[in-house]
Structures are given as structure tokens and as C-alpha cells.
T-cell receptor
Framework: AQSVTQLGSHVSVSEGALVLLRCNYSSSVPPYLFWYVQYPNQGLQLLLKYTSAATLVKGINGFEAEFKKSETSFHLTKPSAHMSDAAEYFCAVSDQWSNDMRFGAGTRLTVKP | DSGVTQTPKHLITATGQRVTLRCSPRSGDLSVYWYQQSLDQGLQFLIQYYNGEERAKGNILERFSAQQFPDLHSELNLSSLELGDSALYFC??????????????FGPGTRLTVL
């Protein structure tokens, strides 16, 4: 069965600092990996996805993630945090044959002025 | 705006009652997914329908059921409600049955409060 683990339920950074949100996956088949963002009182919105093409994936709002098979990781980064990045971030895994997507527990990002 | 709509936005009811949550997928999407999000359980996949047929089941209780209609909208029925069923219920849709581009588009959710 596939699963993802997000390390750190809460991450706090200063405005302008690097954002690093960690995600490790477990999958017996080649995974497809996703990062979603959830702003308060809203649904989830796709940030970026890895579907076995380039290992470095660029998404919206300046975020990117790198697929590292050797480390079974798909960490999300952004060079410079903005106040508007404060939200909850979810890593998710699927694959070519799955009909469902498994989400991590989420990481709440706080950005301090 | 993802194009997925859910009604109602908020629902307050009592234990033992039954409620129905409604979801309209994005135009052209054939798959509908239901999720439950609560503080203690996180985001849990409940069930998926594709073009009217059930395709995958997750952690859905027997008291819960869903269906997808010919016009592709879906309903999630929750019965014999318990306090622990209080949560945000999300619907998502996608255009493919499965595969590499199985991006799901999420609706704004229905917040259910069971008193």
C-alpha cells in the first residue's frame, strides 16, 4: 500500500526565509507525487505534481519539489517565504493504476513578519 | 475557483439524524471522490465514483453511502450520525479513471457539525 509521511506538523519561518516542507513516500510501484495547499476555509489546490518526467518539478507561487528515489523523498521548497504562503500543505501519492490518492497528515506553515 | 461545487456549505444537525451532501464535478470530469477531514484523523479518502459506478473505497463507514447520478453529480449520505462525524467533507473530481495525470480538483467543502 502506498503512503506518505510528512515530517513536522507545524513549520514556522520568517518572511523572506527559505521554506522547506518534508515528505517521504512509500510505494511498491513507481509513484506519482503531489503537493496541495489548503488556505483557511477553502478546499485543496494543487501546487505541483511529479509524474515520472523531470525530477525537479516547478509549481505555482514559486514552489518547487525534487523527487529523490534513493531517499524516497519529495520535499517542497520555496526560496523566500511570503506572508501569503501561510497555509496547510499536503503531500499525496498515487500511481498509474490507483483509483485513489493517499494524503499525508499535513504541515501547517506559519510565516512571521 | 476549481469548478467543483458543494452544497450546503454548513450543516448542523443532531446525533442519530441523516444528512445528504451534494457535489457537482467540474464540467467534463467523470470521477468524483469524497474525503473527510477532521482534526484527529486528517484527510481521509472515503469513496470514488467513475461515470456512475463505484471504483474505489477507502475508510468509509457502513453508515455512509454515496452515489453518482447520470448527470455526474454525486451525493454522500451520512446516517445515524454521531458526534465523531463532525468534520469537513470534501468532494473532488478528475477527468480520468486513473493514471499519471490523476490531478484532483477540490470543492470548497461542507462543514458538518453534529450536536
Amino acid at each position: 500500500a502506498q503512503s506518505v509521511t510528512q515530517l513536522g506538523s507545524h513549520v514556522s519561518v520568517s518572511e523572506g526565509a527559505l521554506v522547506l516542507l518534508r515528505c517521504n513516500y512509500s510505494s511498491s510501484v513507481p509513484p506519482y507525487l503531489f503537493w496541495y495547499v489548503q488556505y483557511p476555509n477553502q478546499g485543496l489546490q494543487l501546487l505541483l505534481k511529479y509524474t515520472s518526467a523531470a525530477t525537479l518539478v516547478k509549481g505555482i507561487n514559486g514552489f518547487e519539489a525534487e523527487f529523490k528515489k534513493s531517499e524516497t523523498s519529495f520535499h517542497l521548497t520555496k526560496p523566500s517565504a511570503h506572508m501569503s504562503d501561510a497555509a496547510e500543505y499536503f503531500c499525496a501519492v498515487s500511481d498509474q493504476w490507483s483509483n485513489d490518492m493517499r494524503f499525508g497528515a499535513g504541515t501547517r506553515l506559519t510565516v512571521k513578519p | 475557483d476549481s469548478g467543483v461545487t458543494q452544497t450546503p456549505k454548513h450543516l448542523i444537525t443532531a446525533t442519530g439524524q441523516r444528512v445528504t451532501l451534494r457535489c457537482s464535478p467540474r464540467s467534463g470530469d467523470l470521477s468524483v471522490y469524497w474525503y473527510q477531514q477532521s482534526l484527529d484523523q486528517g484527510l481521509q479518502f472515503l469513496i470514488q465514483y467513475y461515470n456512475g459506478e463505484e471504483r474505489a473505497k477507502g475508510n468509509i463507514l457502513e453508515r455512509f453511502s454515496a452515489q453518482q447520478f447520470p448527470d455526474l453529480h454525486s451525493e454522500l449520505n451520512l446516517s445515524s450520525l454521531e458526534l465523531g462525524d463532525s468534520a469537513l467533507y470534501f468532494c473532488a473530481s478528475s477527468g480520468r479513471l486513473a493514471g499519471a495525470y490523476n490531478e484532483q480538483f477540490f470543492g470548497p467543502g461542507t462543514r458538518l457539525t453534529v450536536l
